[in-house]
Each structure stands twice: as C-alpha cells, then as structure tokens.
C-alpha cells in the first residue's frame, strides 16, 4: 500500500465494517432511519446483548449516534462517518487497481520477451 493510502485508512474503522453483523445492522439502521437494540434484536439471528455489543462497536468508530429514547437509545446511522469511509475503499481500490495495471503490463512484457 502507498503511504498516501496507508495514512488515510482507519483500520479501527474498517475492522468495525469488516464484521456481517455489523454490516446487516448499518444496512437495517439506514433503510429504518435508525433503531434501538431491541427493534434491531428482532430482525437479526443473534441476542439483543450481542446487538448492544456490536453498536457499541459501530458507537465508538463513529458510525452510529446513540440519541436517548425512554429506558432505550435508538441509534442513527452518522452518514459524514459512512462517507468518509466508502471514500476510503475508493482509495483503496484505486490503489490496487493501478498495482494490477502495473503487474499486467510487467507480465506483458515478459510475454512479449519470450516471444521474441
């Protein structure tokens, strides 16, 4: 990786994207204009304490806000936080993709060598 893409990923935050759970939740809180532990608990296969877990996760990346709602937080998507890191994966696709171009034209050339 160049250092400019280097320093521009947060892997704490990529770590947090990197979990399904946590995906499917991102994809549920955006579709629903947000939800609570419980409401999120229902439509995913796994306890309510985990859901409480991993939007403690999401929490502390800053890709969720917790807003107090009665005994319960609902919790909204921080879309600045989700730009930032689809802007990151763009980074880093772009990166890999000119590593690809780089290794296709040094195969070609290779080719090329040995056909001669």
């Not at 892997?11 to 939740?25: C, F, H, N, Q, Y």
């Amino acid at each position: 990786m160049t250092t400019a893409v280097a320093d521009t990923v947060d892997d704490e935050l990529w770590s947090a994207i990197g979990d399904p759970t946590r995906r499917r939740m991102l994809d549920l809180l955006l579709t629903e204009s947000g939800g609570t532990a419980t409401t999120l608990g229902q439509q995913l296969p796994v306890t309510r304490q985990a859901v409480a877990k991993h939007l403690g996760v999401l929490n502390r990346v800053g890709l969720v806000r917790a807003i107090p709602e009665g005994r319960e937080r609902r919790y909204r998507v921080d879309e600045a936080q989700l730009a930032r890191a689809v802007a990151q994966l763009s980074s880093v696709g772009a990166a890999w993709d000119a590593r690809l171009q780089r290794i296709k034209r040094i195969a070609e050339a290779i080719q090329h060598n040995r056909e001669e």
